[in-house]
């Protein structure tokens, strides 16, 4: 008999996939996350559904979150594997706090750690499936930044996850400008989360604004925009559509 064929089947390249049990598509996924720096800090957007599929199957998923004393998170994608992240944060926050040093995490170490995390699940071929937002205020210093599911980030003045890179930003780069208000903040994420709305299936009309600054961090109760929804277009979306589907 073959040496080979005596060898256990788990040693093997070809066994069965079932010896290894991962994600590889999202099951409950929320949609856009939309952030903006203002004169005294960040503020982040983000609607409360969690769709299986393209149902939307939950209406009070809350994905703006606190982490320490810094920094706000939010989150698209996949809503285990953002309660996973947060039970990485919240090892992280505690490991830190242990120190008692008079020193804590700011918004950008917290952003380096997530590309960290997410680059490394992505190099194991079990990625979390979230973009992520992460924004803080730090002795003084405003940080808004975002990573991807594969690790890839950058910071800007404002940033966007999912349908928000694509409607929201456009919106974003003409009307945002550094000595924004808190009003005027508010304002312009509530016209981008109108259009999301509008325009993005998952969406719903049920959103969360949480703010950061040096005081800590202050995220809103559940609220609805006043919409219209009476346009022609939206009447009648295929007249001059000859020939499509």
Not at 121 to 146: A, C, D, E, I, M
Not at 157 to 179: K, S
Request: glycine share 10%.
């Amino acid at each position: 008999m073959n040496v080979m064929d005596s060898a256990p089947a788990k040693s093997s390249l070809m066994s069965p996939e079932s010896d290894i049990q991962r994600t590889q598509f999202p099951y409950v996924t929320g949609t856009s996350i939309v952030g903006i720096k203002y004169k005294d800090g960040i503020l982040l957007a983000a609607d409360m559904g969690g769709s299986y599929g393209s149902t939307i199957r939950y209406k009070s998923v809350e994905r703006l979150k606190p982490v320490g004393k810094h920094s706000l998170l939010g989150a698209s994608g996949e809503i285990s594997d953002f309660q996973e992240i947060m039970r990485y944060l919240d090892e992280l926050i505690l490991y830190d706090n242990m120190w008692d040093d008079g020193n804590s995490l700011g918004p950008k170490e917290v952003h380096n750690y997530l590309t960290r995390v997410m680059y490394n699940r992505r190099n194991k071929f079990n990625p979390l499936w979230n973009s992520l937002v992460l924004g803080g205020v730090k002795n003084g210093q405003k940080y808004l930044g975002t990573v991807s599911m594969i690790g890839v980030h950058y910071e800007d003045n404002h940033v966007a996850t999912g349908f928000g890179n694509h409607l929201a930003r456009p919106i974003l780069r003409d009307e945002w400008h550094e000595n924004l208000s808190y009003e005027e903040g508010v304002k312009i994420l509530e016209k981008c989360m109108r259009v999301l709305l509008y325009r993005d299936r998952s969406a719903v009309n049920k959103l969360q604004i949480a703010k950061i600054t040096e005081g800590g961090v202050t995220i809103s109760q559940p609220y609805s925009l006043k919409t219209f929804w009476n346009f022609t277009a939206f009447q009648n979306p295929t007249v001059g559509a000859e020939g499509s589907w």
